[in-house]
């Protein structure tokens, strides 16, 4: 009897956990019946990866200076975590805001404030021929086209990016997972121009 007891326990203790996990509504990218990829809704509840700040790749003087905050899905992170590698169907999330700076009590440095722009990248070879694909959308558009890949999106990341596709050398907490599992491509965080 007690030991069917501790069954019901560990059982209800189970359940518990799994009702407490955060659950993505979007995991895994969606398309509507044009093949366009769907806004992911929840993204900011996906794993936050880091952020830029007026990051920019030409030596020419920048516009106005952004925040650029990257997430993954936690299912995709979670992997990433277990191999250094990225399943299919990743899908990352760039998500552009003005900065701003004298505000309330704030006297120096800046804050982040309006949704600029939305950028996302998949990994999905079996959609993609080239394996990952670039979508970019309005501050309030619902679904994007693929990026012609002779845009620059693909080449950029292809050329320069650390680990596959992804800048995992601005990605703290990202890099030294991929330098355990031996996936980080050292020579990419050499200063060069981005051509
Ligand atoms: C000239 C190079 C370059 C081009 C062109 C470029 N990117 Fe990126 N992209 C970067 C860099 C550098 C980062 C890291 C930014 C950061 O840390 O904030 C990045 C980050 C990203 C991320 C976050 C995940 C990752 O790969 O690290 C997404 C999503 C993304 N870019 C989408 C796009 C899309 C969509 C386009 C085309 C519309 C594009 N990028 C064009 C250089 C580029």
Known sequence: MKSVLCCVLVLVACLALLAAAPEEKTPKPQYDEKGQLVRPADYREWMFVSAGFGMNYSPAPGSHE??????????????????????????????????ASRSSINQKGHYQTDLMGLAVEVKDSARNPDKWAYYAFDADGKTAEAMPKGNGCWSCHDAHA????????????????????GTYNESREQVTDAK
């Open 66 to 99: 952004m925040f650029t905050n990257v997430f993954v899905q936690r299912w995709a992170y979670n992997e990433f975590v277990n191999s250094g590698k990225w399943p299919e169907q990743s899908m990352f999330v760039i998500d552009e805001r003005d900065a």
């Open 162 to 181: 650390a680990v596959e596709h992804t800048f995992v050398q601005f990605y703290p907490t990202l890099k030294v997972v991929a330098k355990k599992f």
